[in-house]
């Protein structure tokens, strides 16, 4: 990770997070358990989605981590490269659908002209 432009995770960036909001640090990291933790999808499949997810938004410390968490429930690295392919079809599946706003103004424009 560039650090110039992402930290790395360290000891003190948690201190400093539980310093000035300990809270809602508390708060999320339970969210985050109950989140995670074993239901109807088990941990290892909310793990790759967040892995996708992760991707998608373009976090790194987010791909770091649920890549890491991904492999610790069991996930292959097959898996896990075949959620991120999942995250950029739809990416780019958004893109292409959104071209419905450029030719609906397109046509629109035209149709005035």
């Given amino acids: ?27 999320f990291r339970a969210f985050s358990r109950a989140v995670f933790a074993d239901g109807a999808l088990p941990t ?5 989605i967040a ?3 992760a991707h998608v938004t373009q976090c790194p410390y987010c791909i770091r981590g649920h890549t890491a968490a991904a492999r610790k429930s ?8 075949e959620a991120i ?3 950029a079809e739809m990416r780019a ?21």
Avoid: C, F
Avoid at 44 to 48: I, S
Avoid at 74 to 81: K, L, P, R, T, V
Avoid at 100 to 106: F, G, H, K, Q, T
């Fill in 1 to 27: 990770m560039n650090p110039s432009l992402y930290p790395p995770a360290s000891v003190e960036i948690a201190r400093k997070r539980r310093e000035l909001a300990p809270q809602p640090l508390e708060a």
């Fill in 74 to 81: 069991g996930a292959s690295e097959q898996e896990i490269m």
């Fill in 44 to 48: 290892r499949t909310k793990e790759l």
């Fill in 93 to 113: 599946g958004a893109a292409y659908a959104h071209s419905a706003l450029a030719l609906d103004v397109m046509q629109s424009a035209d149709a005035g002209a």
């Fill in 51 to 53: 892995v996708a997810v």
């Fill in 85 to 87: 392919w999942v995250a």
